[in-house]
């Protein structure tokens, strides 16, 4: 079983940066594919960007390329997000998620991971 907790989230002008990490639980917690997603009020949970177990791999929604980077540090069993030029858009709750099993996919679909965190909030204002 693993256990996920998301901070680092809070309010931020637009242009303003946030960085967000997302402690685990778990003593397999290096061998798991690690994702972040998001939802906002009334929307679905999206995908926002994902990393492979040794860190070697990183995909991003289009929305974000460019301007949030995905990274991992095993030895802290501790999953970041990087945001920079953070846009109105980009407020919702953030949720990271690790998988148990490796997998050629993309893994950009909620379905496709086992474990979740609690969520952390971001506001940008305009």
């Known amino acids: 079983q693993v256990q996920l907790v998301e901070s680092g989230g809070g309010l931020v002008q637009a242009g303003g940066s946030l960085r967000l990490s997302c402690a685990a639980s778990g003593r397999t917690f290096s061998s798991y594919p690690l994702g972040w997603f998001r939802q906002a009020p009334g929307k679905e949970r999206e995908f926002v960007a994902t990393?492979?177990?040794?860190?070697?791999?990183?995909n991003y929604a289009d929305s974000v390329k460019g301007r949030f980077t995905i990274s991992r540090d095993n030895a802290k069993n501790t999953l970041y997000l990087q945001m920079n030029s953070l846009k109105p858009e980009d407020t919702a709750v953030y949720y990271c998620?690790?998988?148990?099993?490796?997998?050629?996919?993309?893994?950009?679909?909620?379905?496709?991971?086992?474990?979740w965190g609690q969520g952390t909030q971001v506001t940008v204002s305009s």
């Open positions: 990393i492979s177990w040794s860190g070697g791999s990183t």
């Open positions: 998620a690790a998988r148990r099993t490796v997998v050629a996919a993309a893994l950009t679909r909620p379905n496709e991971y086992d474990y």
